[in-house]
């Protein structure tokens, strides 16, 4: 069985091919594939997703899916391997994917330089918040920057788009660096992968 992402800003999931609507799957929902549509329906495949801590199965448009690329193919860890139990806070964030947007607010490192690539305050405060943003320039390279530290003086007042976080002055001083990971670091500099790192 194979994973894919939804791409569509929203995906109907049937209960049969062109069937009746079960309910609408959001834009980068995990799916894992069970079969491909019949022969006469071939556009169509059955998923399987956990949306809302229940796992739901239906019918999707298979346009509207991208593969998700596997970067890294681990063991799952034996019993012995893992050690004494612990307790973790789990906490949900996203990489956005945002376009570089010259003039606006540029990601300045640690010492207040450019680090060339500027992003509208919304996107701006998104790339505070996660600590990690992807950026395509006019050229179509992407790159990704990770959150370095926070400077002196706050850089865009995020407030408007988050009134109720109670780090904001924090959030509003951040400063960044490139990333050697494609999904950010972590802690000393060690590359972030995704549902495997803690």
Same mark, same amino acid.
């Given at each position: 069985?194979?994973?894919?992402?939804?791409?569509?800003?929203?995906?109907?999931?049937?209960?049969?091919?062109?069937?009746?609507?079960?309910?609408?799957?959001?834009?980068?929902?995990?799916?894992?594939?069970?079969?491909?549509?019949?022969?006469?329906?071939?556009?169509?495949?059955?998923?399987?997703?956990?949306?809302?801590?229940?796992?739901?199965?239906? $019918?999707?448009?298979?346009?509207?899916?991208?593969?998700?690329?596997?970067?890294?193919? +681990? =063991?799952?860890? /034996?019993?012995? %391997?893992?050690?004494?139990?612990?307790?973790?806070?789990?906490?949900?964030?996203?990489?956005?994917?945002?376009?570089?947007?010259?003039?606006?607010?540029?990601?300045?490192?640690?010492?207040?330089?450019?680090?060339?690539?500027?992003?509208?305050?919304?996107?701006?405060?998104?790339?505070?918040?996660?600590?990690?943003?992807?950026?395509?320039?006019?050229?179509?390279?992407?790159?990704?920057?990770? $959150?370095?530290?926070?400077?002196?003086?706050?850089?865009?007042?995020?407030?408007?788009? +988050? =009134?109720?976080? /109670?780090?904001? %002055?924090?959030?509003?001083?951040?400063?960044?660096?490139?990333?050697?990971?494609?999904?950010?670091?972590?802690?000393?500099?060690?590359?972030?992968?995704?549902?495997?790192?803690?």
């Amino acid at each position: 069985m194979n994973n894919y992402k939804v791409t569509a800003s929203g995906l109907n999931l049937r209960i049969a091919p062109s069937g009746s609507i079960k309910l609408v799957l959001p834009k980068d929902q995990i799916v894992t594939k069970i079969i491909s549509g019949l022969a006469s329906e071939e556009d169509w495949w059955k998923v399987e997703t956990v949306i809302n801590g229940k796992t739901e199965t239906g $019918f999707v448009k298979k346009s509207f899916l991208s593969a998700i690329s596997t970067e890294f193919d +681990f =063991p799952e860890p /034996s019993s012995t %391997e893992l050690g004494q139990k612990m307790k973790l806070w789990a906490t949900f964030y996203f990489v956005p994917q945002l376009n570089d947007k010259p003039g606006a607010n540029k990601l300045l490192d640690m010492n207040g330089n450019s680090l060339g690539v500027s992003l509208s305050d919304k996107d701006w405060c998104k790339a505070a918040l996660e600590g990690t943003v992807n950026v395509k320039n006019s050229q179509g390279k992407t790159q990704t920057f990770n $959150f370095a530290g926070t400077g002196d003086t706050p850089q865009v007042n995020c407030r408007v788009f +988050f =009134p109720n976080l /109670s780090t904001i %002055e924090k959030t509003n001083k951040s400063r960044f660096g490139i990333s050697k990971g494609k999904y950010g670091d972590g802690v000393d500099g060690l590359k972030l992968v995704p549902y495997r790192s803690m």
